[in-house]
């Protein structure tokens, strides 16, 4: 059985995204890059939904580095139900059940799958309990009102077992959770 590993960037008051806010936040750093590049060369299925391949589509070359390239070679799934066609290579849209779909894909896929953005594939998967790994990288900015797509908003409680951590560039944190499965503490 294959893991699904969601990987969100964020500030620390938990926006996924802000309307003033560079790319990374504006702290982009070595170790960050070497991360990324760690990561995306790593055997994977990519899940993404339609507004973040529209994103990641509609760069422009200028901001596409290698990165970009890996992205382009590996299996990626965008889960759409009015995206027809995509234009990047081994790319497929499903228009079914995302939850059935990620089941089959965790059952009988021979790589792990890792979702990019795309929260609110994150958030079905979280609360379906489909979610391995839930990888946080946590910028240290607090954006406030400029906040864009708050992550956890409406998603169920659960809790989770911290299973690493480590800051990049002395100033972005990378912590990584697993589901328990367990009801939260209540009082």
Request: hydrophobic fraction near 40%; charge should be neutral; glycine fraction near 10%.
């Given at each position: ?20 806010s ?26 993404l ?11 422009p ?10 992205l382009?070679?590996t299996?990626k ?5 009015t995206?027809g ?11 079914d ?12 896929g021979?790589v ?12 079905q998967?979280?609360?379906?309990h ?6 946080l ?5 607090l954006?406030?009102?400029?906040g ?6 409406d ?20 912590i990584?959770?697993?589901p328990t ?7």
């Amino acid at each position: 059985m294959q893991t699904l590993t969601v990987d969100v960037f964020l500030s620390v008051d938990g926006w996924a995204g802000s309307a003033v806010s560079p790319g990374f936040f504006g702290y982009p750093g070595p170790e960050l890059e070497r991360w990324i590049d760690a990561e995306s060369a790593l055997p994977r299925t990519v899940v993404l939904g339609r507004r973040t391949y529209e994103a990641l589509a509609g760069l422009p070359d200028q901001a596409r580095g290698d990165t970009t390239g890996r992205l382009l070679a590996t299996d990626k799934v965008v889960f759409s139900k009015t995206l027809g066609t995509t234009s990047w290579p081994n790319t497929r849209v499903c228009r079914d059940d995302l939850l059935g779909e990620i089941t089959r894909l965790k059952r009988y896929g021979d790589v792990p799958l890792r979702t990019m953005g795309s929260l609110s594939v994150a958030r079905q998967l979280l609360d379906a309990h489909l979610v391995d790994r839930l990888r946080l990288m946590t910028f240290p900015l607090l954006v406030g009102a400029s906040g864009r797509e708050p992550l956890f908003e409406d998603v169920a409680s659960a809790d989770l077992e911290l299973v690493g951590h480590r800051a990049l560039d002395g100033r972005v944190l990378l912590i990584e959770y697993r589901p328990t499965g367990r009801d939260i503490p209540r009082a």
